[in-house]
């Protein structure tokens, strides 16, 4: 059963940092591009970064980059995602998920979806 599970969200203040993990069980990441998604109460899920599947071409949304850093390591078969700076607009469900394809910010490219980790920025 291929399966996508994402662990390390929490409650972090404003500034603080957290790093998520997604890790896949039934298949290797290897051959996947892997990306982040978010999506608050309210609003449309959004693509946060995303990463190939050698590791070697990333991309991030304009309202993380320089904060987030997306990294791989598929002998663990699992992608991180470093969140630094964290202000209350971060706060939301965190979903990772895989594709076959080129990397993407856009969810169309995903077929496979992890269940989410809560991130809640708030002081």
């Known amino acids: 059963q291929l399966q996508l599970v994402e662990s390390g969200g929490g409650l972090v203040q404003p500034g603080g940092s957290l790093r998520l993990s997604c890790a896949a069980s039934g298949f290797t990441l290897d051959y996947y591009a892997i990306g982040w998604f978010r999506q608050a109460p309210g609003k449309e899920r959004e693509g946060v970064s995303c990463?190939?599947?050698?590791?070697?071409?990333?991309n991030y949304a304009d309202s993380v980059k320089g904060r987030f850093t997306i990294s791989r390591d598929n002998a663990k078969n699992t992608v991180y995602l470093q969140m630094n700076s964290l202000k209350p607009e971060d706060t939301a469900v965190y979903y990772c998920a895989a594709g076959s394809g080129e990397i993407s910010l856009e969810s169309i490219s995903y077929a496979y979806w992890g269940q989410g980790t809560q991130v809640t920025v708030s002081s």
């Open positions: 990463i190939s599947s050698s590791g070697g071409s990333t």
